[in-house]
């Protein structure tokens, strides 16, 4: 066997045994034949990711390399942009609060089951959001956010103090 016939049949087991690769694959194939011109394509993989897999990602959004959605099912991914090498356990949103304002994900990031990330923030490279955290605000880079609605509990070393911004509770 030549080394290509071992790397296609390495690449095929992990689409077969990868619900998640599979989504992955359909949305980058999407992308590539939206870019050429081919028509009819996004609103059809749109929808097959959505029955499929349980997967609602927006066809052209702009993602990096290396997105690893854990658990596909019951995720919605709509951002400005989503970096690269980003992780997604399970049933997390990225949404709105008012139309057309989407957040931006930066590079090396971490979303626990059930996150939501809602409006145009910014979420630093290197951050990780708590699982049901629900984030209104920027996360700095490298910093940790937890809790509803989500607050930084944690900068690792080496990085700038950033203020947060607090919620007052209503009374």
């Given at each position: 066997m030549s080394i290509d016939t071992v790397s296609t049949t390495k690449v095929l087991r992990l689409l077969y045994?990868?619900?998640s690769l599979?989504?992955?694959a359909w949305f980058r194939l999407a992308n590539a034949l939206r870019s050429v011109g081919v028509r009819g394509t996004s609103s059809w993989t749109q929808r097959r990711l959505l029955r499929l897999y349980g997967l609602e990602l927006s066809i052209g959004l702009q993602i990096g390399g290396g997105l690893y959605i854990a658990h596909p099912v019951g995720c919605v991914l709509h951002a400005t942009s989503i970096g690269s090498n980003v992780t997604v356990i399970s049933a997390v949103t990225f949404?709105?609060?008012?139309?057309?304002?989407?957040?931006?994900?930066?590079d090396d990031t971490f979303f626990g089951a059930g996150a939501r990330v809602l409006g145009a923030i910014t979420i630093g490279s290197g951050a990780k959001v708590g699982a049901n955290a629900v984030v209104l605000?920027?996360?700095p880079a490298r910093a940790t956010a937890v809790g509803v609605p989500a607050r930084v509990l944690e900068r690792?070393?080496?990085e700038p103090e950033v203020a947060?911004?607090?919620?007052?509770?209503s009374g």
């Open positions: 045994q990868n619900p599979r989504a992955m949404g709105t609060l008012e139309a057309g304002v989407w957040p931006t994900i930066g605000h920027d996360v690792r070393v080496g947060t911004p607090r919620m007052e509770p």
